[in-house]
């Protein structure tokens, strides 16, 4: 009688630890799926904002008009040409990004990838239009974005960093 | 649920025969037995949910430090816009009014001595892209940082952040804006 009350708490305990495991478990698995969200980072919204300025090789024109890449993914969403190089804006920027980027993440220890995208928004209807992924995005994601103007067109443009 | 419920619920101990003399602490009779058992059930629970509860409090507390730091790192990049936005480096041309630092005002300043000037121990300034194999400092051929400014303390702590470099340039006979990815790095006293 003895031996089965001890056995009946024993059981009780065993219970209440695996519910608790069972709440830890539920709790690991929210907290690592809103985990994956971007977090927005002063550092990456600057580094989009000079990526931004840069002066590209390409001119859509003449020489020396040169677009910076603001202008030159206003080129790609207008589907223009680079007269210059004899490229396509969007395949001159995508080249361009892989190139910047790629620097970046050398010259940047603790990033070991990124996602570049750029969204169209007409009448509150995103479509996506560019899209460049490297490297793993396992590690602590911060991003920024910024807003480019073409013709009343918002194009967004977001720039997300993993870091280890 | 019975189970843990009958577990939690307060016991009746069985103590009105036991004549408690030194010798009754031998726990010679059951119920003795049952309040050792239920001692050591509830300490188990009570350390157990310690556990849970440390466990929670260091997820909590990791999540705290890495907020915490990437507040200050914000911080700090709020501070250095203080930096770019002086006369001294700032770019005036439009569509770069916002992080952009006049490369020439830089050369110049990297020359001349105006250490009155600076609110920061030292001003150093990064080119990221195009990308180089050796650091080469200005003005030299090839050159790819800049020191504006060096107090040569030692106990400095750098912070840096993105920026764009510009510079006017001239070809085929026309100006135009050319703007190179920099980093800049303001060191300040170091005061742990």
Redesign the interface.
């Known amino acids: 009688m003895?031996n089965k009350?001890?056995q009946?708490?024993m059981?009780?305990?065993v219970?209440?630890?695996v519910l608790?495991i069972v709440a830890?478990m539920v709790f690991l698995v929210i907290?690592i799926k809103s985990g994956r969200k971007d977090?927005e980072?002063?550092?990456v919204e600057?580094?989009l904002?000079?990526?931004m300025?840069?002066?590209t090789e390409c001119a859509i024109v003449s020489?020396?008009?040169?677009d910076?890449v603001e202008d030159l993914i206003k080129s790609c969403f207008d589907n223009d040409k680079c007269s210059n190089l004899e490229k396509m804006a969007c395949n001159y920027l995508e080249e361009l990004m892989e190139?910047?980027m790629g620097?970046?993440i050398?010259?940047e220890g603790a990033v070991s990838g990124y996602k570049f995208n750029i969204i169209s928004k007409i009448n509150d209807e995103e479509n996506p239009f560019f899209n460049l992924e490297s490297g793993n995005m396992t590690g602590?994601i911060?991003g920024g974005q910024r807003v480019v103007v073409s013709e009343g067109i918002e194009l967004i443009a977001r720039l997300s960093l993993s870091y280890d | 649920m019975v189970?843990?419920l009958?577990?939690?619920e307060k016991k009746k101990f069985s103590r009105s025969k036991k004549n408690y003399n030194n010798k009754s602490f031998g726990f010679h009779n059951?119920g003795d037995?049952?309040i050792q058992?239920?001692a050591f059930?509830i300490l188990?629970?009570f350390f157990?949910?310690v556990l849970?509860g440390l466990?929670f409090l260091g997820?909590y507390s990791k999540n705290l430090k890495?907020r915490t730091h990437?507040l200050e790192?914000?911080q700090t990049?709020?501070s250095l816009q203080t930096l770019i936005d002086m006369a001294e480096l700032s770019y005036d041309a439009t569509?770069?009014e916002?992080?952009?630092l006049d490369e020439d005002k830089i050369l110049i300043m990297s020359v001349e001595d105006y250490s009155t000037i600076w609110p920061v121990s030292s001003i150093k300034i990064y080119k990221?892209?195009?990308?180089f194999d050796k650091l080469v400092k200005c003005p030299n051929p090839g050159c790819n940082y800049y020191v504006v400014y060096d107090s040569g303390q030692e106990e400095i702590e750098e912070y840096s952040?993105?920026?764009?470099l510009?510079r006017k340039?001239k070809?085929?006979g026309?100006i135009?804006?050319?703007?190179?990815?920099?980093k800049l790095s303001a060191g300040v006293e170091n005061v742990e």
């Open positions: 003895l009350k001890g009946s708490e059981v009780g305990f219970l209440i630890v608790v830890i907290s977090v980072s002063k550092d600057n580094l904002a000079s990526v300025s840069y002066t020489e020396p008009r040169y910076s190139e910047i620097d970046i050398r010259s602590v911060l | 189970m843990i009958s577990f939690l059951k037995i049952r058992q239920t059930m188990a629970v157990f949910f849970v466990f997820y890495a990437e790192k914000e990049i709020a569509g770069y916002y992080l952009s990221v892209f195009p990308a952040t993105f920026i764009s510009c340039n070809e085929f026309s135009y804006d050319k703007c190179e990815i920099a």
